[in-house]
């Protein structure tokens, strides 16, 4: 199988060129309009961009889900607070998210474009692509387009004669999954300890070096220059009223082709599984999926027949978040995945907050006792209330997306849980 795989009812907007080597080069992107996109940007007032990409209804693709032009209208329009920021969250790390890195391995001039973009919309003097420090081979290809971008005169001072001038940096982090969360990022990028900031202030009145700061996901700033060259209402023409355009879906787990598929949002989750992705392998059963990344709510198998929207995941009681699919067939073992995922969680904390700091070490503990066969009963309503003692009380909501997967799990397979403690695991379950 060709990587990466194509299929025919996807909607190649920002993945025309996967597989194009190409285009990574400024001369290859050109090719598919690069860079027009920006020229006609830098003709405009920052308002006005800010005023398409708002019409357009682009939703940032980080996880929130939080319309982007309605972000970039928070930054302060007057010139007296400069210098403002644009960070690019390039810190992908969530477990089953890897689509961010694919970006910008085949498209780094895409990214940098929109970014470039982005930052004459709120007025930014300087662009910070902070990317996660693993990504060695996404950072040369993006440390070589900066340097083209600057070579080109697409960068830097009086951008394209416009008069405007943008400088862009390439950041590399230490590999935290924290220093993905926006504020963890700024202090990160500022040289300090990658731990969140406590909000207000936003990012938009004092972000980066205290300064006013925007942060904008890899693929929420690659859809830009598409939006700023074939208009809001195209952009609206896909995907669904409150959910417009395309996604990047990052399939993983049981299926038989796994990967990365821009589909319209809306697209029906059984479609994805059993067309895209060619259905479950080995001819397996349907168990259960986690649509949106490894921070949000498991779906049993009889609720998985809903649209791959906004809305409708919400309405089925999960998150669409990064998209990021985790699909898992009946051999999964439930308690297994779901420890992994906790003590993910656990390692991960940075440690500030105690129901976070001491819920997420906690959990994984009860986790492991219950997995090795020493579980009690009354473990499960512990796991309950440290859950809801871990949610909602915290400066960010890692500690949130620590809990969420466990009580959705234990809410829709207690029975494995139960089979777990009554040492009576289920013949034949997969190591997942
Ligand atoms: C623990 C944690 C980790 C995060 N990691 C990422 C990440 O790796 N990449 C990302 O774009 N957003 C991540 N986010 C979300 C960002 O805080 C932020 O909402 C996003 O970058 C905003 O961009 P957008 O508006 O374009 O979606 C994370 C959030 C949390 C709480
Ligand atoms: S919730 Fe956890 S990761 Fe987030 S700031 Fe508090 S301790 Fe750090």
Same mark, same amino acid.
């Given at each position: 199988?060709? *990587?990466?795989?194509?299929?025919?009812?996807?909607?190649?907007?920002?993945?025309?060129?996967?597989?194009?080597?190409?285009?990574?080069?400024?001369?290859?992107?050109?090719?598919?309009?690069?860079?027009?996109?920006?020229?006609?940007?830098?003709?405009?007032?920052?308002?006005?961009?800010?005023?398409?990409?708002?019409?357009?209804?682009?939703?940032?693709?980080?996880?929130?889900?939080?319309?982007?032009?309605?972000?970039?209208?928070?930054?302060?329009?007057?010139?007296?607070?400069?210098?403002?920021?644009?960070?690019?969250?390039?810190?992908?790390?969530?477990?089953?998210?890897?689509?961010?890195?694919?970006?910008?391995?085949?498209?780094?001039?895409?990214?940098?474009?929109?970014?470039?973009?982005?930052?004459?919309?709120? /007025?930014?003097?300087?662009?910070?692509?902070?990317? /996660?420090?693993?990504?060695?081979?996404?950072?040369?290809?993006?440390?070589?387009?900066?340097?083209?971008?600057?070579?080109?005169?697409?960068?830097?001072?009086?951008?394209?004669?416009?008069?405007?001038?943008?400088?862009?940096?390439?950041?590399?982090?230490?590999?935290?999954?924290?220093?993905?969360?926006?504020?963890?990022?700024?202090?990160?990028?500022?040289?300090? !300890?990658?731990?969140?900031?406590?909000?207000?202030?936003?990012?938009?009145?004092?972000?980066?070096?205290?300064?006013?700061?925007?942060?904008?996901?890899?693929?929420?700033?690659?859809?830009?220059?598409?939006?700023?060259?074939?208009?809001?209402?195209?952009? !609206?023409?896909?995907?669904?009223?409150?959910?417009?355009?395309?996604?990047?879906?990052?399939?993983?787990?049981?299926?038989?082709?796994?990967?990365?598929?821009?589909?319209?949002?809306?697209?029906?989750?059984?479609?994805?599984?059993?067309?895209?992705?060619?259905?479950?392998?080995?001819?397996?059963?349907?168990?259960?999926?986690?649509?949106?990344?490894?921070?949000?709510?498991?779906?049993?198998?009889?609720?998985?027949?809903?649209?791959?929207? *906004?809305?409708?995941?919400?309405?089925?009681?999960?998150?669409?978040?990064?998209?990021?699919?985790?699909?898992?067939?009946?051999?999964?073992?439930?308690?297994?995945?779901?420890?992994?995922?906790?003590?993910?969680?656990?390692?991960?904390?940075?440690?500030?907050? &105690?129901?976070? /700091?001491?819920?997420?070490?906690?959990?994984?503990?009860?986790?492991?006792?219950?997995?090795?066969?020493?579980? &009690?009963?009354?473990?499960?309503?512990?796991?309950?209330?440290?859950?809801?003692?871990?949610?909602? &009380?915290?400066?960010?909501?890692?500690?949130?997306?620590?809990?969420?997967?466990?009580?959705?799990?234990?809410?829709?397979?207690?029975?494995? *849980?139960?089979?777990?403690?009554? /040492?009576?695991?289920?013949?034949?379950?997969?190591?997942?």
């Amino acid at each position: 199988m060709a *990587y990466p795989y194509k299929h025919e009812r996807e909607t190649r907007v920002l993945t025309e060129a996967f597989g194009d080597p190409a285009a990574r080069t400024i001369e290859g992107w050109k090719k598919y309009g690069g860079y027009e996109a920006l020229r006609q940007a830098l003709g405009m007032a920052p308002n006005d961009v800010i005023e398409v990409v708002k019409a357009s209804g682009l939703r940032g693709r980080g996880g929130a889900g939080f319309p982007t032009g309605v972000k970039w209208s928070f930054m302060p329009r007057d010139d007296s607070r400069q210098p403002h920021y644009l960070l690019i969250n390039a810190d992908e790390s969530e477990p089953g998210a890897f689509k961010d890195r694919e970006l910008l391995r085949w498209t780094p001039h895409q990214v940098i474009e929109g970014a470039l973009i982005g930052a004459h919309a709120i /007025r930014a003097k300087h662009v910070y692509i902070y990317m /996660r420090g693993e990504f060695f081979e996404p950072a040369q290809i993006v440390g070589r387009a900066i340097e083209e971008a600057y070579e080109a005169g697409f960068a830097g001072p009086d951008m394209m004669g416009s008069g405007i001038g943008i400088d862009i940096t390439l950041h590399l982090g230490a590999g935290a999954y924290i220093c993905g969360e926006e504020t963890g990022l700024m202090n990160s990028l500022e040289g300090r !300890r990658g731990q969140p900031r406590i909000k207000p202030p936003f990012p938009a009145v004092m972000g980066a070096f205290s300064r006013p700061t925007t942060i904008n996901n890899v693929e929420t700033v690659s859809a830009v220059p598409h939006i700023m060259r074939r208009g809001a209402e195209w952009y !609206r023409s896909i995907g669904t009223e409150k959910s417009p355009g395309t996604k990047l879906f990052n399939v993983s787990g049981h299926v038989v082709r796994r990967g990365n598929y821009e589909l319209p949002l809306g697209f029906p989750m059984k479609d994805l599984i059993y067309d895209v992705c060619g259905g479950i392998r080995d001819g397996r059963e349907l168990k259960a999926v986690i649509p949106g990344g490894s921070s949000v709510p498991i779906l049993a198998a009889s609720e998985c027949d809903i649209n791959l929207d *906004y809305e409708s995941v919400a309405a089925a009681g999960s998150m669409l978040g990064t998209a990021s699919v985790i699909v898992m067939d009946d051999r999964t073992d439930i308690v297994k995945a779901v420890r992994r995922m906790v003590e993910f969680y656990s390692h991960e904390s940075c440690g500030q907050c &105690t129901p976070c /700091r001491e819920g997420t070490e906690w959990t994984a503990k009860i986790m492991r006792r219950i997995e090795a066969g020493e579980g &009690t009963a009354d473990d499960l309503d512990t796991l309950l209330e440290v859950g809801r003692n871990m949610t909602g &009380t915290t400066i960010c909501v890692l500690s949130d997306s620590c809990a969420a997967p466990v009580a959705s799990s234990i809410a829709k397979f207690r029975d494995e *849980y139960m089979a777990r403690i009554r /040492r009576e695991v289920p013949a034949g379950a997969l190591t997942v």
